[in-house]
């Protein structure tokens, strides 16, 4: 079925307009000092051999602004969503500053073009391997194929190593918090001319050495830390879908630094450096969201048969006002098989399938959405129940890893 939407002409990176990124970077900043958040750098580079590819994991949206403080005067390109690039205004103040859009997970030879443009200028590009925000604190995954790209390209790799930037704006949290450190600390990994006698596993072993972060395990390290916003918890319910005491799923509701259970009545709290009092069951939210996890997966092993199903809205990319719009309503359905939408899209009736092979790991919004892109175009489901988005990619990352992995 063709899509009603015009779709728009390919996308074609631009050199950085440095009043705009400075700009930006200097509104940002000031934004981020007035919220009480502290940056501290270090960097171990005088100066970047170019061509070079910058490495960055990925704990909160705002991390690009983390690695400009490093790599500003090199001018970076830095690849982003392509949700992001809908937008009308937006897409045009992000095509200013040198950026481009990925859509992620899937093959996107648009994007590919992108990048080569970049290191064939000589420039400098920045991408996060990771391809979406950290869900409680710790370095996720990255497909093997970057890998490989990152062989092939014969660019200098560096890293941007980033701490900190979870805690100061987690993914399913509600503003900045004041008292917050984040430090970030840019290395050489390898020359072009080391890169020519890698092994890409020695590779990705590497990359993943100087990439990994556990929040929690950093913010040990720190005491001096504490974070001063009264809503600490709220939107954790967003990531912990089953309550410890009575295992029921979405009844858990949050209040400034307080957690409860509507269903049994249980009740925490979280401290000002993110922890919950020494006789709950976990010592912090990292550890609840790796049971629940586990006992999904038991559940799915468990079942051959296995099937997440919701009621969903439908949202399609935007129309130049807004990053996405009303597309149609139906049902979701995610299995041992793959993904596949029964319902409308643009008032026609369709049947949308996407194989396991393809569903690496369903993207997800806390407390709004799951979603996957179609090529250059992305598939926004909006469940009923809003909190079980994280569910949605839990079960993929496992469905995908047993499918591929055995």
């Known amino acids: 079925m063709k899509d009603k939407q015009k779709r728009p002409a390919p996308f074609k990176v631009q050199k950085v307009n440095r009043f705009a990124m400075s700009l930006l970077y200097r509104a940002i900043r000031c934004s981020l000092r007035f919220a009480g958040v502290r940056i501290h750098t270090r960097s171990h580079v005088e100066e970047l051999k170019t061509p070079a590819i910058v490495l960055c994991n990925h704990g909160s949206f705002i991390d690009f602004i983390y690695a400009a403080a490093l790599l500003r005067k090199w001018d970076p390109h830095f690849v982003v969503a392509r949700l992001y690039f809908y937008n009308t205004w937006l897409r045009w103040a992000l095509k200013l500053v040198g950026a481009f859009p990925k859509s992620m997970f899937v093959l996107d030879t648009e994007s590919t073009k992108n990048c080569l443009r970049v290191l064939k200028d000589n420039g400098v590009l920045v991408m996060m391997p990771e391809a979406r925000l950290s869900t409680v604190g710790r370095f996720e995954d990255i497909q093997s194929n970057t890998y490989s790209f990152l062989k092939k390209v014969g660019a200098n790799i560096y890293t941007v190593k980033i701490c900190g930037d979870y805690f100061a704006d987690p993914k399913w949290g509600k503003g900045f918090r004041p008292g917050a450190v984040v430090e970030a600390e840019l290395e050489l990994l390898y020359t072009a001319e080391q890169l020519e006698n890698i092994p890409v596993e020695l590779l990705r072993r590497r990359v993943e ?41 979405f009844t858990l509701t949050t209040l400034k630094n307080r957690i409860r259970c509507e269903s049994c009545g249980m009740r925490t709290s979280i401290n000002r450096r993110y922890s919950f009092p020494e006789d709950f069951d976990f010592p912090n939210f990292a550890h609840w969201y790796d049971w629940q996890r586990e006992k999904l997966e038991a559940q799915i092993k468990a079942d051959p048969g296995y099937a997440l199903t919701a009621n969903v809205e439908l949202r399609l990319p935007g129309n130049g006002r807004g990053l996405t719009r009303h597309g149609g309503n139906g049902v979701c359905t995610l299995n041992r098989a793959g993904l596949v939408y029964t319902g409308t899209r643009d008032g026609e009736t369709v049947e949308l399938f996407f194989p396991i092979f393809q569903v690496y790991r369903l993207l997800f919004g806390a407390g709004e959405n799951f979603e996957i892109y179609d090529g250059t175009q992305i598939l926004y489901f909006v469940p009923e129940e809003k909190r079980s988005a994280v569910e949605w990619y839990m079960a993929s990352r496992y469905l995908y890893d047993s499918a591929t992995k055995g």
């Not at 967003?238 to 005491?245: A, D, E, F, Q, V």
Request: hydrophobic share 25%; proline share 5%; aromatic share 10%.
């Open 209 to 249: 050495e100087r990439l990994s972060y556990d929040e929690f395990q950093w913010l040990e390290e720190r005491p001096h830390i504490h974070y001063r916003s009264k809503n600490l918890a709220e939107g954790l319910e967003n990531i912990l879908t089953t309550c410890p005491r009575c295992g029921e799923k």
